[in-house]
């Protein structure tokens, strides 16, 4: 079954802290990858995206993942939190014509 | 680019009522758009995914009656929730189908059923 799988609910950090929020997908065939960052009360804003080539992709906001398939992860990444960054993250991907599978969100809180 | 724009952003309704929710892309055609709900600290259920000139096709426990979707044009999708009820109230959000699989999201409703 295609499914991905965010692992953590609730993510601390230290603002000026590595932010690492961790996403695993299964998928027969090869995935496009997204991260997408919900606000309060918000839609949902594309953070990143991979499809095809460099396996490390740049984001908004200083947000960063890689796709790494022999792990069949892309786990997101920025160098150091701030405040502004305490959102839901959701980890999601396109396993061919078939509408986006989502993970179930990680809740990124931002301690000054 | 690639902005989605949903309409309104907050509706208050009374029981047996029926409210339309409009999903516009702004600044480009969107063949496919998707319907999603959003219960409080959860993640997006796809409700039903809306194609331009065609049928919504529904996902399963979701009731076609009572969320009626109709995607009239390449910009516009509406969801309509026909006689309300409180359990109804949520948070819906409407995506549009961009390149390379890329979906851009609406602001999202904010349903309240009294």
């Known amino acids: 079954a295609q499914s991905v799988t965010q692992l953590g609910s609730h993510v601390s950090v230290s603002e000026g802290a590595l932010v690492l929020l961790r996403c695993n997908y299964s998928?027969?065939?090869?995935?496009?990858l997204f991260w997408y960052v919900q606000y309060p009360n918000q839609g949902l804003q594309l953070l990143l995206k991979y499809t095809t080539g460099a396996t490390l992709v740049k984001g908004i906001n200083g947000f960063e993942a890689e796709f790494k398939k022999s792990e069949t992860s892309f786990h997101l990444t920025k160098p150091s939190a701030h405040m502004s960054d305490a959102a839901e993250y959701f980890c999601?991907?396109?396993?061919?014509?078939?509408?986006?599978?989502f993970g179930k969100g990680t809740r990124l809180s931002v301690i000054a | 680019g690639a902005v989605v724009s949903q309409h309104p952003s907050r509706v208050i309704c009374k029981s047996g009522t029926s409210v339309k929710i409009e999903c516009r892309s702004l600044d480009f055609q969107a063949t496919t758009m998707f319907w999603y709900r959003q219960f409080p600290k959860k993640s997006l259920m796809l409700m039903a995914t809306s194609n331009e000139g065609s049928k919504a096709t529904y996902e399963q426990g979701v009731e076609k009656d009572k969320f009626l979707i109709n995607h009239a044009s390449l910009t516009l999708s509406t969801l309509t929730v026909t006689s309300a009820h409180p359990e109804d109230s949520s948070f819906y959000i409407c995506s549009a189908d961009g390149t390379q699989e890329t979906q851009y999201f609406g602001p999202g409703t904010r349903l309240l059923v009294l």
């Open positions: 999601a991907f396109a396993p061919g014509n078939t509408p986006l599978v």
């Open positions: 998928s027969s065939v090869p995935p496009y």
